[in-house]
């Protein structure tokens, strides 16, 4: 069996305390991001010589996509996966709510990658990403799923019921993605969108 020392490292954003994720492995120069808001933070801890491949969005509100633009300006390359709704919003300032900050951000790159519900997204040789769709805080909500990890931006944050009042948010999608993501974790550890990181004890 070959084991690929994959970790998670976690990047507590300015904006709103939002959660930005660094994926790294030492058998790899490649690193992969989930969410992304301060890039100054993310640049400090990623591992020297290491390239960003690719920007995994749980969803396209202001305070988890926030960052883009920089990314994009020091990783031309970088990938940036989200939902078909995703794709929308994140070229509008309106969709995205970012208007009602002081930098609106809408992103006018190329590299836009459309994931629905059972995508694969190899990360590693052995470390790959399948996709959950978890609409109901908002229609671009994915979460991420690895053997280890479990990505759930803001459809599930334990112990906190799922913002739905913002616009385009739908209370009954939003129960039933929680329920989809409790189905799902396991034995996984939860990366929520905001808050620690942690094991779901199962009763
Ligand atoms: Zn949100």
Not at 1 to 20: D, L, P, W
Not at 43 to 59: S, V
Not at 115 to 125: A, M, N, R, S, T
Request: aromatic share 8%; charged share 25%; hydrophobic share 35%.
């Amino acid at each position: 069996m070959i084991i690929v020392a994959a970790r998670v490292e976690t990047i507590v954003n300015s904006v709103f305390s939002s959660n930005t994720y660094l994926i790294s492995s030492d058998e790899s120069s490649d690193s992969w991001l989930v969410d992304c808001g301060d890039m100054d933070k993310v640049m400090k801890i990623l591992p020297d010589g290491n390239k960003i491949r690719g920007l995994f969005l749980t969803h396209t509100h202001f305070d988890h996509i926030y960052g883009i633009n920089e990314l994009t300006r020091l990783f031309p390359e970088c990938l940036i996966y989200t939902s078909e709704y995703g794709a929308t919003a994140i070229r509008s300032s309106k969709l995205n709510l970012s208007r009602y900050h002081e930098s609106p951000v809408e992103y006018a790159g190329d590299k836009l990658r459309v994931l629905k519900e059972g995508d694969i997204v190899k990360l590693y040789d052995v470390v790959e990403m399948s996709v959950i769709e978890t609409p109901g805080h908002c229609p671009s909500c994915l979460s991420y799923m690895t053997d280890e990890w479990l990505f759930s931006g803001d459809s599930y944050i334990q112990g906190l019921k799922v913002v739905t009042n913002l616009p385009k948010g739908d209370k009954a999608m939003a129960q039933m993605s929680v329920e989809k993501i409790k189905s799902l974790i396991g034995h996984r550890m939860l990366f929520p969108g905001h808050g620690e990181s942690c094991i779901i004890r199962h009763n």
